[in-house]
């Protein structure tokens, strides 16, 4: 009722419930609701990864399977948007019509392939694609055209809410009344964060020049000469500055205005290199002339091992910290907001970082599970803080043995780094080479990702070991005996460097609890997620070790669920 009553009001609201309880069908279903009833036009269904998106696309199968047994189909068309690099059929080819035979005469056959998708009522990726190969065009650009007649858009956090969001652009261009579902909203902060942060490469600058038209000479060699104007002048190899310096903008916009009129007069006449380039100095262009508190412009000095004599380079950002300012716009052009996640706690500090009003709508519904399915137990020997690493691994090996010799199964472990979870493998197997083991590795990819998983669901005992935050702190489903505990040997802490300091004192200037915004909280929130891994439905039993001393403290306590009974 929340949730209808919130596209009803108008109004955003913001909704925590544990994982595992239905939270998607939860809250398509009254927003489809809403639709009927005339309150919006629109659901847009948005999420940080893939698995958010397939479990939307199912939660509307239901619906649908619901509808017809009941004798009255569910007249609903979805469509799932996935990211270019994805639905690419040709990676090997320039995205335009000299080089891929899909962007060759799109147009011509667009209104063919269009009508041949619009037929059904699912246009997922496979039958987007279908259609999209059956009339010789790109699916890519094909799911973008459909967007004007889906429903229900399900797709990534970045078609609403980046500075070039497709999905907001229509809202606004249509004035639909849109319901935006934020799924595992607690993801949003970093990612927001990455979409309003651009970052110019001084080595990418250098490859740039060398291919770039003579009509850009100029421009290119005046942005230089600021560039290296501010690399002269800096003290240190990182390096904060009040504002972006002024000459150094002007040359850049300068740049910009050159390479559209070079582009409009001769598309084809820069490579695909210095191109990336000008589209990463048009973000920087963006974000620069936005530049205000929320943000900070740093300089970067490295050693561009590529260039001659070691030169040194000068790594220009514009880093958002807090993006409030850019997403508040997004809430006010939809009719409702609704953010859900198992973590948004405390929710104050989502509110201030992601730009919510004041008035916004808080929903902590109490779930399923009862206290006595999940021992929760803290290890207060421990100190897992960086000074204290090398003496924390017998003691964390010999825990996950103990644990596993007094109950056999599957477990998850999860460590703070890939460093840190390498020596506890290590380690566990020349210990305890009884136990099995097995680790996520660096850059794993989809096929690899599945295998990991897969151990836990053909095997019965082990411990797979992961990093904290990474793919598989959330998002991973392992009911009944496929995981029956984990062990946390971090709080999640984000890494203490000159980087993050700067956003904390800059947290701690707009909100006056640096620290906490910028550590704490993020840090319990990814302790959380992957807590939540173990217990999936209400006949699961499983248990948790929080290895370090400080979860006996009251402000980390106070940031764990309340149904849990920690010891």
Request: charge should be positive.
């Amino acid at each position: 009722m929340a949730v209808y009553r919130a596209a009803r009001d108008g109004k955003p609201l913001m909704a925590q419930a544990p994982t595992g309880i239905g939270k998607t069908l939860a809250t398509i279903f009254p927003l489809l609701k809403a639709c009927a009833s005339n309150q919006i036009d629109r659901v847009f269904f948005l999420t940080a990864k893939t698995p958010g998106r397939a479990l939307a696309l199912d939660a509307i199968d239901t619906l649908h399977r619901s509808a017809a047994s009941s004798g009255a189909p569910l007249a609903l068309r979805t469509l799932e948007l996935v990211a270019r690099d994805k639905a690419c059929e040709h990676p090997d080819k320039a995205c335009n019509g000299e080089s891929c035979p899909l962007a060759r005469g799109f147009y011509d056959r667009l209104d063919a392939a269009r009508g041949a998708a619009l037929s059904g009522s699912r246009l997922d990726r496979a039958a987007v694609r279908a259609a999209a190969l059956a009339h010789e065009v790109c699916p890519y650009y094909l799911a973008q055209e459909l967007a004007r007649w889906a429903d229900v858009v399900v797709g990534d956090y970045n078609y609403y809410y980046d500075g070039s969001a497709m999905l907001y652009a229509l809202t606004q261009i249509n004035q639909w009344r849109v319901g935006v579902l934020v799924d595992e909203a607690h993801n949003l902060l970093d990612r927001a964060r990455r979409m309003y942060t651009a970052s110019l490469d001084q080595a990418a600058f250098r490859l740039a020049r060398k291919t770039a038209p003579a009509s850009l000479r100029k421009p290119l060699e005046r942005l230089q000469r600021e560039w290296n104007a501010v690399k002269r002048a800096q003290t240190d190899a990182y390096q904060v500055y009040a504002d972006v310096p002024g000459k150094l903008l002007a040359a850049a916009q300068n740049l910009i205005g050159a390479v559209s009129d070079q582009l409009a007069e001769a598309p084809l006449s820069i490579d695909e290199t210095a191109l990336r380039f000008f589209f990463d100095a048009m973000h920087f262009v963006a974000l620069a002339e936005q530049f205000g508190e929320h943000s900070i412009f740093d300089v970067t000095l490295t050693t561009d091992r590529y260039a001659p004599r070691d030169q040194t380079s000068a790594t220009l950002c514009v880093r958002n910290v807090i993006p409030a300012p850019f997403l508040a716009p997004r809430y006010a052009v939809a009719r409702t907001t609704v953010l859900f996640s198992g973590t948004l706690n405390p929710y104050h500090f989502y509110r201030d970082t992601l730009g919510l009003a004041e008035q916004t709508q808080w929903l902590d519904v109490a779930g399923p599970f009862r206290a006595e399915q999940l021992q929760v137990r803290v290890a207060g020997h421990v100190s897992t803080r960086w000074r204290d690493r090398e003496r924390s691994l017998v003691p964390i090996v010999d825990l996950i043995a103990q644990q596993y010799a007094a109950q056999p199964g599957n477990y998850l472990g999860f460590l703070s780094s890939f460093d840190y979870l390498q020596r506890v493998v290590e380690l566990m197997r020349e210990r305890h080479p009884g136990v099995p083991v097995w680790a996520q590795q660096p850059g794993m990819d989809e096929a690899a990702r599945d295998a990991f998983l897969a151990r836990f669901r053909t095997m019965n005992q082990g411990v797979g070991f992961a990093v904290l935050g990474g793919a598989f702190s959330e998002g991973v489903d392992l009911v009944g005996q496929q995981l029956i505990g984990a062990f946390i040997a971090t709080l999640g802490l984000p890494q203490i460097n000159d980087v993050n300091e700067q956003m904390r004192r800059t947290m701690d200037a707009r909100f006056g609890n640096g620290y906490d915004y910028m550590y704490l909280y993020p840090g319990l929130q990814k302790v959380v997620q992957a807590a939540g891994r173990v217990i999936r439905t209400e006949r699961d039993q499983g248990v948790v070790h929080l290895i370090d001393d400080r979860y006996r403290r009251a402000d980390v306590r106070r940031l764990l669920p309340r149904w849990w009974q920690v010891r």
